[in-house]
């Protein structure tokens, strides 16, 4: 199997998933069905190491909902933000910019 790379970016606006989304790092159950923004990524990539994620394992990402929470979630857990969707808060941004 083909290990799966990020395919969101810092900034950009998701939809959290209610349901299927798979095992991995499944969100809160308050995060559930809201809108949030991913947060700077920590994660580094380990490939060649034995810290490699391995293929069957989605990427994981910082992300901050509208509550100001932020959660690491699977990326099966995510999908774009509808085009209507409201911009996040102010606030939603703890990291500098």
Not at 46 to 53: A, I, K, N, S, V
Not at 73 to 87: G, N
Request: hydrophobic share 35%; proline share 15%.
């Amino acid at each position: 199997m083909v290990i799966r790379h990020h395919i969101y970016k810092v900034d950009q606006r998701v939809l959290i998933k209610v349901r299927d989304g798979g095992p991995f790092r499944p969100p809160s159950e308050g995060a559930k069905g809201s809108l949030a923004i991913i947060a700077p990524q920590l994660f580094q990539d380990w490939t060649g190491t034995f810290l490699e994620r391995d293929p069957d394992t989605p990427p994981e990402y910082y992300v901050t909902v509208d509550n100001g929470i932020t959660e690491t979630i699977s990326e099966d857990w995510l999908e774009p933000a509808p085009a209507d969707a409201p911009p996040p808060p102010e606030d939603t941004k703890p990291w500098p910019v």
